[in-house]
């Protein structure tokens, strides 16, 4: 059994020391909702691992959520399913319970990410989902030249892919998740051709690695930001983003089969 010390995955494990607001729930993208449920396939049974708000649950599936945090918990709509408090390095369920596991935006949080992989394949007969960003790819985005410390934390708190795909075992298919122009999630790449956006401190509340930063820190962003944008700087760099219909950062979708 493991020993739990903290309350929380998503939104409270790996929070920096910094003050800050927490994180908002997301606001799932049906486009990346759908590559989600077109990888779970025709599962009847779902288990969600650090499920948080519950925000890309598929309603067409019988799910079973887990999430350790309190605050998260609480802020699950009534219409999903009651999350079991639970860490994924310990799940409380019978092997091969489950017709397919997923967990999303959630595997840099954990406190043995490993462990909690092979958790997941244990009770899953099918496929195990796992949303995340590729740290090899963090740093490509713009955002780096703005706000480098915040990249920075994204890349050590991500685990490398051939980490998770090794505590996968199986077959594992790695696939960049195209993000659309639009795209109404709150993860950073979100906003690649509309970074007017991530000048409001809103807009960058659901992404945990800003609490990393200090007050100080975000106001030197937020300033450097503006006077690129002001003086067409960002646009000679960048403007080609803000035609792009899609952007393939460092989203990746792995699926994994036994």
Known sequence: MVMRTHDGTSGDLGRGTAAGPAPMARRPDPRIARLIARALGDARSVLNVGAGTGSYEIAAHTIT????????RAQRPAALATA??????????ADGQFDASMTLFSVHQ???????????RRVTRGPVVVLTHDPARVRDFWLYEYAPDVLDVEVRRHPPLRTLTAALGGTTTVRPVPIPLDCTDDF???YYGRPELLLDPAARQACSAWSYLDDRARQDFDTSLRHALGSGAWDAAFGHLRN?????GSLVLLRSTP
């Open 188 to 190: 950073n790449e979100a």
């Open 84 to 93: 079991i408090d639970a860490v994924a390095e310990d799940l409380p369920f």
């Open 110 to 120: 954990w406190s043995d990410v490993e462990a909690g992989l092979r958790e997941m």
């Open 244 to 248: 792009r219909p899609a952007y393939e």
């Open 65 to 72: 959520a887990v999430e350790p945090s309190l605050a998260l």
